[in-house]
């Protein structure tokens, strides 16, 4: 099987691609960065096209990536090729207010959030939700320009001196802020419908750095990350996501609600996968798994 493999970030995909060489597998890594889509013949002897471009492009390359990406996966599904993460998991894995919608859809426990495109809503989206709240980029990753508001003073003294930052493409969110009942960041990765594997990892104040992939520390002092192994509920409601997401290979994120002792999901991640040294934990190389999962795509 001849796989394609669109990818952005200069260090997600490195191992993977290194992996699936010394397999022998037929893959070709297509940096989204060169991609030339007009030079592409229709057919072009793939049999399978992997979407890993992050919705947030890294230090360097330009945020039209993002819906670059969107408009050369959005034609491959018109040309009739199979994709794994294609153009709904782009758009749905790039935008904290779809992401939000989806969760809320499936009856899920989610923050309140109200999507703005000034950052003058930002007051009053907040006002409807009520104090403590978030403001995000609504495409945002590695938390980038998040930030804090106790109160409506401090949201106010942000917005005048124009420290909220709505992201590439000016489009952001105002999130209900919801607190942990034991400080925990848990995600779950799935391979489509089925368990992959899980991670936790303790919050950090006034932090919001959690990624976990690799070539994407947490931010300085951030807390260990640790394997756990999440409810049957919990795995349901994940590949509940996946499959209304269209996501073929993706993570989410919760934190257990202090006022419901319900998870609350609020990040869905169809980009990053794998955390380094945790095979021998695992009992088994996590990109191997992965590169099995695409082989049976066949």
């Not at 049999?47 to 492009?57: E, Q």
């Not at 003073?153 to 709505?166: R, S, V």
Request: hydrophobic fraction near 45%; charged fraction near 15%.
């Amino acid at each position: 099987m001849r796989i394609a493999l669109l990818y952005e970030h200069p260090t997600w995909s490195r191992e993977l691609i290194e992996r699936a060489q010394q397999r022998g597998l037929d893959l070709t890594p297509l940096n989204i960065n060169d991609f030339d889509f007009s030079a592409m013949t229709v057919g072009d002897g793939f049999d399978l096209w992997v979407n890993r471009v992050n919705a947030m492009p890294s230090t360097g390359r330009p945020s039209s990536i993002v819906a670059a990406t969107g408009h050369i996966l959005t034609a491959l599904e018109l040309r009739g090729y199979r994709l794994v993460n294609g153009s709904t998991t782009h758009r749905i894995g790039g935008s904290k207010a779809a992401q939000a919608a989806l969760f809320a859809q499936l009856g899920l426990g989610t923050p309140a959030t109200i999507g703005i495109f000034r950052a003058n809503d930002a007051a009053a989206a907040a006002n409807q939700l009520g104090f403590p709240v978030l403001t995000k980029p609504n495409v945002g990753g590695s938390g980038n320009a998040i930030m804090r508001h106790d109160t409506a003073d401090h949201l106010l003294a942000a917005l005048a001196a124009g420290n909220i930052d709505l992201g590439i493409d000016s489009t952001g969110v105002v999130q209900r802020i919801i607190e942990s009942t034991d400080d925990m960041i848990y995600r779950v990765e799935m391979l489509g419908h089925r368990f992959f594997y899980g991670t936790k990892q303790r919050l950090q104040p006034n932090a919001f750095n959690y990624c976990a992939a690799d070539g994407c520390a947490v931010e300085p002092g951030g807390a260990t990350i640790a394997l756990f192994t999440p409810s049957p509920d919990i795995i349901s409601a994940a590949a509940r996501i996946m499959a209304a997401a269209d996501t073929q290979v993706g993570g989410v994120e919760y934190i257990l609600d202090a006022v419901t002792g319900e998870p609350s999901f609020y990040d869905f991640n169809p980009y990053s996968n794998f955390v380094s040294g945790f095979d021998a934990d695992l009992g088994f190389n996590p990109i191997d798994q992965y590169l099995d999962f695409l082989l049976t795509l066949s």
